[in-house]
């Protein structure tokens, strides 16, 4: 198999992974008293034993750094998450700011700068994957949002982390998702950049996924090799032959979504669901990920969860979820938008704090 190789390139200790570090209760906000008068409670040292299920559940809002975070909750959910989703910076050099919807004295949503150096990103990205592969389940779904600037890094980074001497049978790369939009500039000198970049991994070959509760209307476009015949009510129906079968199709039924998604567009300037902070991806391409590859009930994962769509997506098709992000005003955006809309769990806040 190819590896990619970098300077400094290290494999990260997972033996005592979560034995440092601690997660501590900042801010609970329970069902009950009303969702709009959060609970303040005092600081709570939670159990990396301590195994919430059923209606003691409660989803999880963490302010750290990712790698902190991860290795803090490997103890407790190693094998247990169902989908992940993260989209990290792409390496762009820049640092991005708010928009004008949010406080102007917290301007800068997050630093994508590297000084320079691809080796320093392409490690970062490497732990970052590394960790997240123990908290996948056996059945789970990774994916990984990122652009032209990195994602054929990613690509070898998943392809040797999900062959190695852990690897399920069937593990590794399901597919290379396209996510062409319109926004953006125009290029001189280049193709206009006009998509994302979504990779999908899972842990085995027996991973969830129902392309039925994604499927798209066939419609009355023309399509390759059939043939299109249109009743006397106007409606479109497509018929082709194979192998001695006739096969009828009415543009009314539904097809397999493609790996190319051009449906779903970027967020304007003026799109309701827009908070102000930097990047923020659209409701519905999560839902459409969530939908695909999780059941309700199932444990959502999010380590750079920036606005916070991931978790109230999550949470408005009855997921369970888990959403980290070392911003502080990402934190603040997040549980906001939580606390506007119906909850099925209560939510806590948390920090990593050291062991002393």
């Excluded at 390139?9 to 979560?18: E, F, L, Q, T, Y």
């Excluded at 990205?125 to 990774?142: M, R």
Aim: aromatic fraction near 10%.
């Amino acid at each position: 198999m190819a590896e990619l190789t970098w300077q400094g390139k290290a494999v990260p200790n997972s033996d005592d992974s979560g034995l440092q570090h601690r997660l501590v209760d900042q801010q609970n906000y329970p069902l009950s008293p009303p969702q709009s008068q959060p609970l303040a409670i005092d600081a709570l040292v939670v159990s990396s034993k301590q195994k919430d299920t059923g209606s003691q559940w409660q989803n999880r809002l963490i302010q750290a750094d990712r790698i902190q975070a991860l290795r803090t909750l490997l103890p407790e959910f190693a094998g247990q998450v169902n989908v992940i989703y993260i989209d990290p910076p792409f390496m762009t050099g820049r640092t991005f700011n708010n928009g004008s919807q949010l406080s102007a004295a917290t301007r800068i949503s997050y630093h994508d700068i590297w000084n320079n150096s691809l080796d320093t990103y392409l490690q970062w990205l490497y732990e970052t994957f590394y960790y997240l592969y123990y908290l996948l389940d056996t059945n789970g779904s990774l994916y990984v949002h990122l652009d032209w600037r990195a994602a054929h890094y990613a690509k070898l980074l998943l392809d040797e982390i999900f062959s190695g001497p852990t690897a399920i049978r069937g593990a590794g790369f399901k597919n290379e998702i396209i996510w062409h939009y319109q926004s953006g500039g125009r290029a001189r000198k280049t193709f206009a950049r006009k998509h994302d970049t979504i990779l999908l991994y899972t842990k085995s070959a027996q991973y969830n996924f129902h392309s039925e509760r994604v499927s798209i209307r066939r419609g009355a476009d023309r399509r390759n090799h059939m043939r299109r015949d249109v009743d006397d009510n106007g409606q479109t129906s497509w018929t082709i032959r194979s192998n001695g079968h006739i096969y009828t199709y009415t543009e009314d039924s539904t097809m397999s979504l493609a790996d190319v998604w051009s449906d779903i567009s970027h967020l304007h300037q003026r799109n309701p669901e827009r908070t102000g902070y930097a990047t923020q991806k659209p409701e519905a391409l999560l839902e459409r990920i969530l939908l695909a590859s999780s059941e309700e009930g199932d444990l959502v994962l999010d380590c750079f969860c920036g606005s916070g769509v991931t978790p109230v997506v999550a949470e408005r098709l009855k997921r369970r979820w888990l959403a980290i992000d070392q911003n502080e005003m990402a934190i603040a955006v997040t549980s906001k938008r939580l606390l506007k809309g119906t909850r099925l769990y209560p939510f806590v806040i948390q920090y990593v704090t050291n062991i002393e």
